[in-house]
């Protein structure tokens, strides 16, 4: 029997506030930063849990963006997100 | 039905609202903001130029004090004559370099009818910058290693150990962080030449700078604490902008803090947090710090509160604030006329 892919799901630091403008907060550090529309789109799917592989499937919808290109983008993204404590860690 | 306001007449030092500002104006703030008073407050000023002084809308009338090197009987003389006049209720000292003066006068000042409520003697001396590794060791706190120095010969030997960069401090006021011998020697002699020795060499911790401002009602409670992220700094080191944070760590360590040392009155807590999440305690400021009108703002009114342990009242226990206020300084010209300063500088009341 094969068991199904484990799926990589990310976790926002909790004590981290996004505005529906983009703009994070980090209440333990009082750190900021801004993101832009694509990053406010990706931040809100890993809020909801969205396995990477489905953010990334998501973006290649709605965005003109090569899978090589995403890939290199989206994996930056988030190694700056964990850098910035912004994400917290991740469950396979 | 609305409840009727107290009459009540405060007095307060710390009208330098400068670019490295004294806490009595923001002190002041708090206690205007108050729903419980009605306050008339008394500026005690040691220079003419302190612009609280001519703040009209928050401060009724001034009156030069003596400075502390006079002494607490030269004080208490003319306190004496400003309690003729005015008849304070409160005292509020908010300079580090006036406490000991005002808490040496303080049981005097008590039997003329002006309460005070400030650190006891024991708790003041403990932690000053120079008893720091003492204070880290009693209460088991995080505290980087400090070293009261009274010459240049023994920067070498404090860097060899702890390695650039190091902190130089003043007894009471002034740091420097120092990035080799020269930097080191550089700022201990502008801390010696303004302040006298000794002077204190830190070991630097790397990580983020918070504080903490904290009340502690003398028995072990801790009666609100708020804490804060400088989001802009001067050169001066001191903060333009900060925002509260959420940090129930550093919160407890305050409530560990006042709870152990049975704190008195108000404070600032110095801290670091490391890369590790470990926080350092770097000084306690026995006093409400300038940026204490943030803690107001966030929900925390701590100068009203400080006058109501002052008086006795029982005093309302803050246990949240409002996290991501921020405050942000400004500078402002203040139009007088001479003739205020003429009567300040003849007359030493205005």
């Given at each position: 029997?094969?068991?199904?892919?484990k799926?990589?799901?990310?976790?926002?630091?909790?004590?981290?506030?996004?505005?529906?403008?983009?703009?994070?907060?980090?209440?333990?550090?009082?750190?900021?930063?801004?993101?832009?529309?694509?990053?406010?789109?990706i931040?809100?799917?890993?809020?909801?849990?969205?396995?990477?592989?489905?953010?990334?499937?998501?973006?290649?919808?709605?965005?003109?963006?090569?899978?090589?290109t995403?890939?290199?983008?989206?994996?930056?993204?988030?190694?700056?997100?964990?850098?910035?404590?912004i994400?917290?860690?991740?469950?396979? | 039905?609305?409840?009727?306001?107290?009459?009540?007449?405060?007095?307060?030092?710390?009208?330098?609202n400068?670019?490295?500002?004294?806490?009595?104006?923001?002190?002041?703030?708090?206690?205007?903001d108050?729903?419980?008073?009605?306050?008339?407050i008394?500026?005690?000023?040691y220079?003419?130029?302190?612009?609280?002084?001519?703040?009209?809308?928050?401060?009724?009338?001034?009156?030069?004090?003596?400075?502390?090197?006079?002494?607490?009987?030269?004080?208490?003389k003319?306190?004496?004559?400003?309690?003729?006049?005015?008849?304070?209720?409160?005292l509020?000292?908010?300079?580090?370099a006036?406490?000991y003066?005002?808490?040496?006068a303080?049981?005097?000042?008590?039997?003329?009818?002006?309460?005070?409520?400030?650190?006891?003697?024991?708790?003041?001396?403990?932690?000053?910058?120079?008893?720091?590794?003492?204070?880290?060791?009693?209460?088991?706190?995080?505290?980087?290693?400090?070293?009261?120095?009274?010459?240049?010969?023994?920067?070498?030997?404090?860097a060899?150990?702890?390695?650039?960069?190091?902190?130089?401090?003043?007894?009471?006021?002034?740091?420097?962080?120092?990035y080799?011998?020269d930097?080191?020697?550089?700022?201990?002699?502008?801390?010696?030449?303004?302040?006298?020795?000794?002077?204190?060499?830190?070991?630097?911790?790397?990580?983020?700078?918070?504080?903490?401002?904290?009340?502690?009602?003398?028995?072990?409670?801790?009666?609100?604490?708020?804490?804060?992220?400088?989001?802009?700094?001067?050169?001066?080191?001191?903060?333009?902008?900060g925002?509260?944070?959420?940090?129930?760590?550093?919160?407890?360590?305050?409530?560990?803090?006042?709870?152990?040392?049975?704190?008195?009155?108000?404070?600032e807590?110095?801290?670091?947090?490391?890369?590790?999440?470990?926080?350092y305690?770097?000084?306690?400021?026995?006093?409400?710090p300038?940026?204490?009108?943030?803690?107001?703002?966030?929900?925390?009114?701590?100068?009203?509160?400080?006058?109501?342990?002052?008086?006795?009242?029982?005093v309302?226990?803050?246990?949240?604030?409002?996290?991501?206020?921020?405050?942000?300084r400004?500078?402002y010209?203040?139009?007088?006329?001479?003739?205020?300063?003429?009567?300040?500088?003849l007359?030493?009341?205005?």
């Open positions: 029997m094969f068991s199904k892919p799926k990589t799901v990310m976790n926002l630091n909790k004590m981290v506030a996004i505005s529906e403008n983009g703009f994070v907060f980090d209440a333990e550090t009082g750190d900021s930063y801004s993101l832009n529309p694509a990053g406010l789109n931040i809100e799917m890993i809020k909801k849990h969205t396995p990477v592989e489905d953010i990334k499937n998501q973006i290649l919808k709605e965005y003109e963006v090569t899978p090589e995403l890939d290199k983008s989206l994996d930056d993204f988030i190694w700056s997100l964990k850098g910035f404590n994400v917290e860690k991740e469950e396979d | 039905m609305k409840r009727k306001k107290t009459d009540i007449t405060v007095a307060a030092t710390g009208l330098n400068v670019d490295n500002p004294g806490p009595g104006i923001p002190v002041i703030r708090g206690i205007k108050s729903k419980e008073f009605n306050p008339r008394i500026g005690l000023a220079e003419n130029l302190e612009p609280g002084i001519y703040m009209k809308e928050l401060v009724d009338k001034s009156y030069h004090i003596p400075y502390p090197t006079a002494g607490s009987d030269v004080l208490i003319r306190l004496e004559y400003i309690h003729g006049e005015e008849k304070i209720n409160v509020i000292p908010n300079f580090d006036e406490l003066t005002f808490m040496k303080s049981g005097k000042l008590g039997e003329m009818g002006i309460k005070t409520f400030l650190p006891t003697l024991e708790q003041f001396e403990e932690r000053h910058k120079a008893n720091l590794n003492e204070f880290g060791k009693k209460y088991s706190l995080y505290v980087p290693y400090s070293k009261t120095v009274v010459s240049e010969r023994e920067i070498k030997n404090f060899e150990e702890y390695k650039y960069p190091i902190y130089v401090k003043g007894k009471f006021y002034d740091a420097y962080s120092a080799d011998y930097e080191a020697r550089e700022a201990m002699n502008k801390i010696a030449a303004k302040w006298g020795f000794p002077v204190i060499l830190q070991q630097y911790i790397s990580g983020n700078e918070v504080n903490v401002v904290a009340l502690g009602d003398g028995k072990g409670n801790m009666v609100g604490a708020v804490a804060m992220r400088k989001l802009y700094i001067t050169d001066k080191g001191k903060a333009w902008a925002v509260t944070l959420a940090d129930r760590k550093l919160i407890e360590l305050t409530e560990k803090v006042i709870g152990e040392t049975s704190w008195r009155g108000g404070m807590l110095e801290i670091i947090k490391d890369k590790d999440g470990k926080y305690l770097l000084e306690i400021n026995p006093r409400l300038a940026w204490v009108y943030l803690a107001v703002g966030a929900g925390q009114n701590l100068p009203e509160a400080l006058v109501k342990l002052a008086l006795g009242l029982n309302e226990h803050y246990d949240k604030y409002e996290v991501g206020k921020i405050f942000i400004y500078s010209d203040m139009i007088t006329d001479i003739n205020e300063f003429e009567k300040l500088s007359y030493a009341e205005l």
